[in-house]
């Protein structure tokens, strides 16, 4: 028992350094593409190997989120609609845990309803400009906002999840506005500047994200 603890925290300690080193190699621009998608099959990885013990629901939202950034990180040209259809199938996952901890049908008719609010606001805001990918864009942070509140409602279970679905929601505002700066919306300049500098601002919130979901993904941690 104590010899199966030990091996876990040294499997632990070694995924969190793998995961440092990657992260400062995104931060500072150096291979970025290959450090980007390493990071996200790394916290796969991680869960994966723990099997016996993994949580089945963090597993099957890592794998879409693997997908996703396959089509955001690695394909080029970049297939952002692929992505999000696969980001909100990972985000789909997570309520379903989360709803499994939290029963409440109250609000599951709150999410119905936050998402289409999300898609009215979207066709009068866009109007002409209005797509498959807005469309779906604001239906995965209608998803992912009822997710915040579901988590911190079990926040005493599962803490970790709460604050990485956070990240992920400041991750996804950053995306959310570069994207819509270009062909949707007109940003101030300076929000253009802070969105658009050198700084990979999103990864520096997605990339822990996903390191704290994969920690949430093992049962006995």
């Given at each position: 028992?104590?010899?199966?603890k030990?091996k876990?925290?040294w499997?632990t300690?070694a995924?969190?350094?793998v995961?440092?080193a990657?992260?400062?190699?995104?931060?500072?621009?150096?291979w970025v593409v290959?450090a980007?998608?390493?990071s996200?099959?790394?916290?796969?990885?991680?869960?994966l190997?723990h099997l016996?013990?993994?949580?089945?629901?963090?597993l099957?939202?890592?794998a879409?989120?693997?997908?996703?950034?396959?089509?955001?990180?690695?394909?080029r040209?970049?297939e952002k609609?692929?992505?999000?259809?696969?980001f909100l199938?990972?985000?789909?996952?997570y309520?379903?845990l989360?709803h499994?901890?939290?029963?409440?049908?109250?609000?599951?008719?709150?999410r119905?309803?936050?998402v289409?609010i999300?898609?009215?606001v979207?066709?009068l805001?866009?109007?002409?400009?209005t797509?498959a990918?807005?469309?779906?864009s604001?239906?995965?942070?209608?998803m992912l906002?009822m997710?915040i509140v579901?988590?911190?409602?079990?926040?005493r279970?599962?803490?970790l999840l709460?604050?990485?679905?956070v990240?992920?929601?400041l991750?996804d505002?950053v995306?959310?506005l570069?994207?819509?700066?270009v062909?949707?919306l007109i940003?101030p300049?300076?929000?253009?500047n802070a969105?658009f500098c050198?700084f990979p601002?999103?990864?520096?919130?997605?990339?822990p994200?996903?390191?704290?979901?994969?920690?949430?993904?093992?049962?006995?941690?």
């Amino acid at each position: 028992m104590a010899r199966a603890k030990s091996k876990a925290q040294w499997q632990t300690a070694a995924f969190l350094l793998v995961e440092a080193a990657l992260y400062i190699l995104i931060l500072t621009g150096r291979w970025v593409v290959s450090a980007r998608y390493a990071s996200v099959c790394l916290c796969a990885l991680f869960v994966l190997l723990h099997l016996r013990q993994a949580n089945y629901y963090i597993l099957g939202g890592l794998a879409f989120t693997l997908c996703a950034d396959w089509f955001l990180v690695v394909q080029r040209p970049q297939e952002k609609l692929t992505a999000m259809l696969f980001f909100l199938g990972a985000q789909t996952v997570y309520a379903w845990l989360l709803h499994r901890r939290v029963r409440s049908r109250r609000l599951v008719m709150i999410r119905l309803l936050l998402v289409v609010i999300a898609e009215a606001v979207t066709v009068l805001v866009l109007r002409g400009n209005t797509d498959a990918l807005a469309a779906v864009s604001m239906a995965y942070y209608g998803m992912l906002i009822m997710n915040i509140v579901c988590a911190f409602k079990s926040y005493r279970k599962e803490p970790l999840l709460a604050w990485a679905l956070v990240l992920f929601f400041l991750c996804d505002t950053v995306v959310g506005l570069q994207v819509a700066s270009v062909g949707y919306l007109i940003l101030p300049a300076w929000l253009n500047n802070a969105l658009f500098c050198s700084f990979p601002l999103d990864w520096a919130f997605y990339l822990p994200s996903q390191v704290m979901i994969a920690l949430c993904g093992r049962r006995n941690k």
